[in-house]
């Protein structure tokens, strides 16, 4: 259980000296206790409050991962049960259930098409993770079979749903060095054996229960209890209130360290008509794994996009460095245009200067990756520190026209940066990016 402030602040030294950079160890205590500051900045901190602290800020759900390489998967050792309250850490694998009753050329095809689902969003490329095969034709063989044609073209994290124990050993022989994640299926009675081949090879296991809490930790206990290490909690609820309540009570148990059991990140198994409803709900609360049967293919792209927004850090916005981006192939013609250095924002305006056809020099300036209003708004994005970026830039090498084109919603921006820019024409462009194509045909 984590500390309070008052409890760490009897362990911190009471001098109030304030190397820490606070006016009284109390106050430090309570930026502790919040996950706001490190103990390291005590001086004096007693070897009794870092062990204490050190143990309470252990995560309390255990890091698990799956597959091996640059795409291998790593959830868990999540801290919150609510976003705002720090950040979600280790975003959730999103994957395709495939059936081995599918033929060797429709597997590849499948394959190749999720494959080319990645996509670049405001800097980071989006991906589908994992590939589930699941053993339906009940034959070893041909579970082993498609294992093998699905290694040798995805080289991402990999599920194995077979049908019994004999199905597993055969496929491991075909996948085991890439740390598959092992699927027991609902009451299967094979728990304890699946758990047992996941010991033996390092392999993180999903434990799926009967649809209650009581016999999904139970069957967590007999994963443990068989040697498993490395667990995913699937307690496999039938209805979306269930899958809500049963999720949440697994995350605030585990959070408050109540039962050893819960102490491991969730996942779960999408089949039916209620998965386009299910899926955004696993995406916000909490599976670390999400594994999804037939969905449908537009599906992928607007989970991916909630995925990334979900699991950005609320308290640092996604920023790019303040530099003059080139778009295109832009010449001293071109035309000049300011913005902030949000992410989002960034990434809207460079793709709309894009598809209009036109090249242009894109000057982002630094305002603590806030949008254009936020920033003006706070005084980040004011005349000055445009002027001043815009100087240190050294646009007036860069450009022969002496014209800048400043963001719509600043258009008040518009005399004061003519002031701090002399011999400068200061246009104001659209306020939204969707309209920057037709202000370059009618203006420039
Ligand atoms: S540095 Fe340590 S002793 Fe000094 S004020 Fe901060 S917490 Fe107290």
Same mark, same amino acid.
């Given at each position: 259980?984590? =500390? ?8 911190l ?5 304030k ?22 900045k ?10 204490a ?30 976003? #705002?309250?720090?950040?979600?850490? #280790? ?10 009753t ?8 499948? $394959?190749?098409? =999720? ?15 994992i590939?589930a ?13 498609? $294992? ?8 991402r ?5 077979? #049908?019994? &124990? ?9 996948t085991?060095g890439?740390?598959?994640?092992i699927?027991?299926?609902?009451? &299967?009675s ?5 758990? +047992?081949?996941?010991?033996e ?7 799926c ?9 139970k069957? $967590? ?9 490395d ?14 309540? #049963?999720?949440?009570?697994? +995350? +605030?148990a585990?959070?408050? +360290?109540?039962?050893p ?15 386009p409803l =299910? ?19 537009? =599906? ?11 699991y ?37 305006? &460079? ?10 020099h ?46 719509g919603? $600043?258009?008040?921006l ?14 104001v462009?659209?306020?939204?990016? &969707? ?10």
């Amino acid at each position: 259980m984590a =500390l309070t402030g008052l409890q760490i602040y009897k362990l911190l030294p009471k001098t109030n000296c304030k190397e820490c950079g606070y006016p009284t160890c109390l106050a430090f205590a309570m930026k502790l206790a919040a996950q706001k500051e490190e103990l390291s900045k005590c001086p004096d901190a007693s070897e009794e409050v870092k062990a204490a602290l050190g143990a309470a800020s252990a995560p309390p759900i255990k890091l698990v991962t799956i597959g091996t390489g640059e795409d291998k998967i790593a959830v868990g050792e999540e801290t919150v049960l609510f976003r #705002h309250d720090k950040t979600f850490f #280790h975003h959730p694998a999103i994957g395709e259930i495939l059936p081995d009753t599918m033929g060797e050329g429709e597997l590849i095809k499948r $394959v190749n098409y =999720l494959k080319s689902l990645d996509f670049e969003r405001a800097g980071e490329m989006l991906k589908v993770n994992i590939i589930a095969l699941e053993n339906k034709s009940g034959d070893v063989e041909t579970f082993a079979r498609a $294992v093998k044609t699905v290694s040798k073209i995805w080289n991402r994290p990999i599920a194995l749903i077979p #049908h019994s &124990s004999a199905a597993l050993d055969l496929a491991m022989k075909e996948t085991a060095g890439n740390k598959p994640l092992i699927i027991a299926g609902s009451g &299967s009675s094979e728990i304890s054996a699946f758990a +047992r081949t996941a010991k033996e090879y390092s392999c993180p296991l999903m434990v799926c229960g009967d649809g209650t809490l009581e016999g999904t930790l139970k069957a $967590v206990d007999e994963a443990k209890k068989a040697g498993a290490e490395d667990i995913i909690i699937n307690p496999a609820s039938d209805t979306l209130s269930n899958f809500l309540t #049963h999720q949440t009570v697994i +995350r +605030r148990a585990a959070l408050d +360290r109540l039962d050893p059991r819960t102490a491991y990140p969730t996942g779960v198994i999408l089949r039916g008509d209620d998965l386009p409803l =299910l899926a955004p709900a696993a995406i916000c609360k909490y599976p670390a794994v999400i594994l999804m049967e037939n969905p449908p293919d537009e =599906l992928y792209i607007s989970l991916m996009t909630l995925r990334q927004n979900i699991y950005t850090d609320p308290q640092k916005p996604l920023q790019v460095e303040g530099l003059v981006y080139p778009i295109g192939e832009p010449d001293e013609n071109s035309p000049l245009i300011v913005t902030t250095n949000f992410s989002l924002t960034y990434f809207m305006v &460079s793709s709309e200067i894009d598809s209009s056809g036109v090249t242009a020099h894109l000057a982002i300036i630094e305002a603590e990756g806030m949008s254009v209003l936020t920033a003006w708004s706070a005084g980040k994005f004011t005349a000055e520190i445009i002027a001043n970026s815009l100087k240190e830039m050294k646009i007036a090498e860069l450009v022969k026209h002496r014209k800048i084109i400043i963001p719509g919603y $600043v258009a008040s921006l518009q005399g004061e940066l003519e002031e701090e820019m002399p011999g400068w024409e200061i246009l104001v462009g659209p306020q939204e990016a &969707s309209d920057i194509g037709d202000y370059f045909k009618q203006v420039w």
